[in-house]
């Protein structure tokens, strides 16, 4: 094609777009977002509608302690990236590891909590609507948790290897936005859940 | 990016071994490639499917028919419904789009190639896994084989007590597996609209067609993603025995129907915007105009999306809703004829005094436009709560559905087909061939969906295997049945002209349709890296620009 053309006697801004991971990570996002509002509105429209026990103030125990530890941990990806970004690699390697610390601690929390209500009150997911919608609300959140970890630790490999460098913090910048969502998913499933379905 | 020069060798990549060019195609990431994955795969589907809707008529061709058992007929309509949707309408749309989208923006491939290839094979996968269920789905109990639950798959149909066996298994998980790479898929779009496009194409400097698969990438993420949700929901009450959809635990049978039909019915747009795309771009080319109130079909579409989250339990007004909800899903549905009408004005605004020239992809995207228009009109009248009371789960609502997704979606797509087959092959297809298709696929269409909404309107129910006589049905079913066969004729035409055009046909040349596109600018097909250089554009009709230097777009836009 000639140049001519295209040619345009005014000056063009240049020419910069959003960065593709953003965007795909955003659409993502969006798209987890619709998953859980189904689950979470079957949770919602099913409070109280168990035909048998046990009933949710019977068994649930306020998680307040791995609460704290994964809201903490969107805090310490957030500083680990930042420390990235600034070469920073001995801090970066260990806001990173404890990223990872406290991702696992809520998921042993949430192991431990279901193993109690299994084997010490009898409540499985088939034992009544509660058991079926809080098993699986908890568990999808619990799911994408396991999914972030495992990438959290890949990654914790490969800093331990050396091969993360300042270069890759904008795709760990994009992988946290992730780690923020399933942040916020648990604020809601715990206000659900704790709060309001008592 | 990726706007430096590459160099490039001529030489001729040799002579290859079949099993070496079979492994390029199941190996590769290239978008072209997968588009035309796409296609080919749904266009198998879209044979099964129809053998399966041909069996069904044969059936219901006169009262008290023997030709299929009412089990058969059960698993064929299940069958026909599932595979139709989800594995051709949706994949072809999707093999449209992706290979017309980066070539459109002037890009050389997608935001996430191997996403897209991942996309392509869970989908693909999705359909292998449903046709199993025929051999598969026996199970344990020996019962049932094919899922034969209908396609929306009510609760407590799906309940192991009434769906013994595997099949219905099958189904959901052909649908979560499906879904998975359609929402893939989604995110793809939105990811290369939004971040891929060439120098110089704002968003308002896009053609339609990447607006409206921007528009119904957002739809895919929004609408499939409950429908997958429902799945897990599913497959939770059938494995883990849940009771989501368990009336008999208090679970809810109403709540599948909200969550399939807030996926559903979004799905008839997803289906639709990428059609409206095809006749916005065939359109003005075949009248010679460019189309008309670019900003207002960009702004219609858009009101279609979010209108389309809430009109979803219009499908269910024979359920028995509130009188709020009635009259909220009443009024949402007449809302979103409004955008709709838009569109159709604005076509018909285009084709207006233009040098309308009647190509195949044409004669196509006109009889779209008309038919779409009859099928918004009977929309409406399902629409009114009162009438649907009357007519809901009838023949009437089967014709009306078809006519959208046949005169509607069907009809753009195969004009869609001839528009876009010289770029994919590089050869014409056969003109006097396409026009019998066209006609033959027109005049079946006719005949049985025209004639299909009076049984409905004299009270015959959908889904029933067979009928008495003397209801005043009879010979509505035999013409709806004829037309069958005259569309089943347009379609093998159809197929011959391909594979004949796709040998022996014209070479066809870069630009055969004095288009203005960018996909046009490139060789027919284009070569794996798309553009040699990046393009840069100043308009909507960048090749307009190059083709005119004297009296360019973007003096006026």
């Known amino acids: 094609m000639s140049e001519a053309a295209y040619s345009r006697p005014s000056i063009e801004p240049e020419w910069s777009l959003p960065s593709r991971g953003r965007v795909g990570m955003f659409s993502l996002i969006a798209a987890e977002s619709a998953v859980f509002t189904i689950f979470v509105v079957a949770y919602i429209f099913y409070i109280g509608k168990s035909l048998a026990g046990p009933m949710p103030k019977d068994v649930l125990e306020t998680p307040i302690f791995i609460t704290i530890c994964l809201l903490s941990s969107s805090l310490t990806i957030h500083l680990a990236v930042r420390a990235l970004r600034n070469a920073q690699l001995g801090a970066f390697r260990l806001w990173w590891f404890l990223t990872l610390t406290l991702g696992a601690i809520f998921l042993i929390g949430t192991g431990r909590e279901w193993q109690r209500m299994i084997s010490e009150k009898g409540l499985t997911i088939s034992t009544n609507l509660f058991g079926t919608t809080y098993y699986s609300l908890v568990g999808l959140h619990a799911f994408h948790v396991t999914a972030g970890l495992l990438a959290i630790a890949l990654t914790m490999i490969f800093t331990l290897f050396g091969k993360v460098k300042p270069e890759h913090s904008e795709r760990l910048d994009i992988f946290s936005l992730y780690w923020h969502f399933v942040d916020v998913v648990w604020v809601i499933v715990f206000t659900v859940v704790y709060v309001i379905g008592r | ?557």
């Open chain 2, 1 to 557: 990016m990726a706007s430096e020069t590459i160099a490039l060798s001529d030489a001729a990549p040799g002579a290859r071994s079949i099993g070496e060019r079979l492994h390029e195609w199941v190996v590769t990431v290239d978008h072209k490639k997968l588009g035309i994955l796409y296609i080919l795969y749904a266009l198998f589907f879209l044979v099964i499917g129809g053998i399966e809707a041909t069996i069904m008529r044969i059936q219901l061709i006169a009262p008290h028919q023997h030709f299929v058992s009412p089990q058969v007929f059960n698993r064929m309509f299940t069958m026909h419904g599932t595979t139709m949707i989800f594995f051709v309408a949706m994949p072809i749309l999707f093999g449209f789009g992706t290979y017309l989208i980066p070539l459109m923006i002037g890009a050389r491939d997608m935001a996430f190639p191997r996403l897209n290839a991942f996309s392509f094979w869970m989908n693909a996968f999705g359909g292998l896994l449903l046709y199993f269920s025929f051999i598969g789905g026996n199970g344990l109990f020996g019962a049932g084989n094919a899922p034969d639950v209908g396609w929306f798959a009510y609760a407590p149909l799906t309940a192991r007590a009434f769906s013994p066996g595997h099949s219905t298994d099958f189904w959901a998980l052909a649908l979560l597996v499906s879904g998975i790479g359609s929402i893939g898929t989604g995110v793809n779009f939105i990811t290369t609209i939004v971040s891929m496009r060439c120098p110089g194409m704002t968003l308002g400097k896009m053609p339609l067609l990447a607006w409206l698969n921007l528009i119904m990438g957002g739809m895919v993420i929004l609408a499939v993603s409950p429908l997958t949700a429902a799945q897990i929901m599913l497959c939770i009450d059938r494995y883990l025995g849940g009771h989501f959809f368990d009336t008999q635990a208090g679970g809810s049978a109403v709540l599948w129907m909200h969550f399939f039909w807030i996926f559903g019915h979004p799905e008839v747009y997803i289906l639709i915007v990428p059609s409206f795309a095809f006749a916005s771009e065939i359109i003005p080319v075949f009248s010679r105009k460019p189309i008309f109130g670019y900003p207002v079909m960009v702004a219609a579409t858009l009101c279609i999306g979010f209108i389309s989250f809430s009109v979803w339990a219009h499908h269910m007004f024979t359920v028995g809703m509130s009188a709020s909800g009635n009259t909220f899903f009443t009024v949402t549905t007449m809302i979103i004829a409004v955008p709709t009408g838009i569109k159709i004005f604005n076509w018909l605004g285009t084709m207006w005094g233009g040098k309308i020239e009647f190509r195949a992809p044409m004669l196509f995207a006109v009889a779209f436009l008309f038919q779409f228009l009859i099928a918004g009109l009977t929309g409406i009248m399902l629409g009114s709560s009162p009438f649907d009371w009357q007519l809901g789960n009838s023949y009437f609502v089967v014709a009306h559905f078809h006519y959208v997704i046949v005169g509607g979606i069907l009809f753009t797509v195969f004009g869609a087909f001839y528009y876009w087959f010289p770029k994919m092959s590089g050869r014409m297809y056969n003109e006097a061939l396409a026009k019998w298709h066209f006609w033959l696929f027109f005049i079946g269409f006719h005949l049985t969906f025209d004639f299909m909404h009076i049984p409905g309107m004299l009270g015959m129910p959908r889904r029933i295997y067979t009928y008495e006589p003397g209801r005043g049905w009879d010979i509505w079913n035999l013409i709806v049945t004829i037309g069958v066969f005259f569309q089943g004729a347009g379609v093998l035409v159809f197929v011959f002209n391909m594979l004949w055009s796709m040998m022996k046909g014209k070479i066809a040349g870069s630009d055969p349709w004095d288009a203005w596109t960018l996909e046009w600018s490139t060789t027919s097909p284009p070569p794996d890296y798309n553009f040699e250089t990046i393009p840069v554009v100043q308009s909507r009709r960048p090749l307009w620009d190059l083709k005119h230097p004297e009296d360019p777009d973007w003096k006026y836009e």
